[in-house]
């Protein structure tokens, strides 16, 4: 049993079952980096405070970094018997330099040192996924400015409503991933805070420098409180948070790209490498990628109910339950990355297929708010209007036209104030450029909004 780091307490034999059970080995692996760093940081400071002899450090520091050596190279063996990621390295260090690696936890627990690993994790990562989702703001930018005299059909109730810019309706997506990357912006208020020093949950007796391990490892602040510092996951609970409206975003901009791309829409075609074929239909070309950032965007929403399941039950300060916040973060984290430079490519491949999308404006009842507010122009109230335009666009259902194909008699059965100037107004370039409130589709509104885009940038 002394096998064990905690053996000393312990007389039965371990169950090999048991331990694979136990250990978080297969999955907190990825976090040496960040466990070598803090516990770089932790001997150092031990040292200038007098805790271990600088030889001792020297000699840890080294031990450190050969074990990090022997990994990178894919020597360092690992083992569930020794649980987690910090044990299996205090171990591998200890067989490098005999004893004086035992001296490295002193004054730290697992549960300081594992959430100093997962501030540091989860700090480099949102850095990565706040330059992706830049990085796909900036496709789109480009896709709204190449395309600025694209008009396609708006909709609501997935009904034609009125008809849009392309680049308008793309460049929603930009301020969503806006507001996305400001919300993981702040969130590091709250996740660049070093618990290291918290101990296992009171502090220690040791005279340690929390501020120089801080300084250390770079974060901003430290926890004022030992017992807050070792069982707080809200900054984990965040970033899930964070991440699954990212992950509702690309999904939403998913399930649009999916209906452009069916042949009924037809409105883009995307590139080869990022669609797939049917083992069975040889005429197939599905949108795979897009219908699996819209099914992926259910694992990460998964995984922030989890973690606040996880939460909610349980009391101060440590438990091991706790060693389940991170596979559902660590699959969130490699899913929004993922997802965010699919999109990017295949946003940054696709065609428009801009002669379907003229033939497509021309061919619907989009035009009838324009119809409604002309009749305004001229004086009528817009209830009344709104009930003259609905029946004429019943009378042009039933005689299978649209409103451009009506003639002046025909508007003027249904009100008199309508003038041969009506048929200026029908054009799906005209309906949508006169919309030139701030924020609206008119080729000017939008040509400022992509200005402020690129400002916010
Ligand atoms: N593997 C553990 C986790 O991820 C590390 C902390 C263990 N602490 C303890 N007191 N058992 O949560």
């Known amino acids: 049993m ?52 600088d030889s001792e450090k020297d000699q840890i520091i080294d031990g450190l970094n050969a074990v990090l050596d022997d990994y990178n190279q894919g ?3 690992f083992s569930t018997q020794h649980e987690d990621i910090h044990m299996n390295i205090e171990r591998a260090l200890i067989s490098k330099i005999g004893d004086t690696g035992g001296k490295l936890h002193t004054a730290r627990s697992r549960n300081d040192q594992v959430a100093t690993d997962m501030h540091l994790y989860v700090k ?4 990565e996924m706040i330059e992706r989702i830049e990085s796909l703001q900036k496709t789109i930018l480009n896709l709204a400015k190449e395309n600025i005299h694209v008009i396609m059909p708006g909709y609501t109730h997935l009904q034609r409503a009125q008809p849009v810019l392309f680049s308008h309706h793309i460049m929603a997506y ?18 660049d805070i070093s618990p290291l020093g918290a101990g296992a949950i009171s502090g220690t007796t040791f005279n340690i420098d929390r501020e120089q391990t801080r300084e250390i490892l770079e974060f901003a602040d430290i926890y004022q409180n030992s017992m807050d510092a070792v069982s707080d996951r809200d900054y984990i609970v965040e970033t899930l948070s964070n991440i699954s409206l990212v992950m509702v975003h690309l999904s939403r901009l998913s399930e649009e790209i999916i209906f452009w791309m069916s042949e009924e829409a037809d409105f883009i075609t995307l590139s080869d490498q990022f669609t797939t074929g049917s083992s069975m239909m040889p005429q197939k070309k599905n949108p795979d990628m897009a219908e699996l950032i819209r099914g992926k965007s259910a694992r990460t929403a998964g995984s922030l109910m989890s973690m606040l399941m996880l939460l909610k039950g349980l009391p101060l300060t440590y438990n091991k339950d706790m060693q389940e916040d991170k596979e ?10 993922g ?6 490519g295949m946003l940054g491949t696709m065609v428009i297929n801009e002669k379907i999308l003229k033939k497509t404006v021309q061919e619907d009842f989009s035009n009838a708010t324009e119809l409604a507010d002309y009749l305004v122009q001229k004086g009528v109230s817009f209830r009344k209007a709104h009930e003259v335009v609905g029946k004429v666009v019943l009378k042009s259902i039933n005689e299978g036209k649209y409103l451009k194909d ?37 080729t000017e509104a939008v040509l400022k909004q992509l200005d402020a885009a690129e400002k916010s940038l």
Request: glycine share 6%; proline share 1%; no cysteine.
């Open 75 to 77: 020597h360092l063996e």
């Open 339 to 344: 997802s965010l430079q699919i999109m990017n």
């Open 328 to 337: 559902g973060l660590f699959d969130a984290v490699t899913t929004v990355n």
């Open 174 to 191: 930009f301020w969503m991933l806006k507001r996305d990357k400001e919300r993981f912006w702040d969130s590091l208020k709250r996740i």
């Open 406 to 442: 009506l003639s002046l008699e025909e508007f003027k059965q249904e009100h008199e104030r309508i003038e041969t100037d009506v048929f200026d107004i029908l054009d799906p370039k005209i309906v949508v450029d006169r919309r030139k409130s701030s924020g609206g589709t008119g």
């Open 2 to 53: 002394t096998e064990k780091a905690w053996g000393g307490r312990f007389q039965g034999e371990a169950i090999e079952w048991v331990d694979d059970f136990n250990a978080s080995i297969h999955f907190d692996k990825i976090l040496i980096d960040m466990d070598i760093a803090s516990s770089v940081a932790h001997a150092k400071m031990l040292a200038s405070n007098h805790i271990i002899t």
């Open 124 to 127: 480099g990562r949102v850095h």
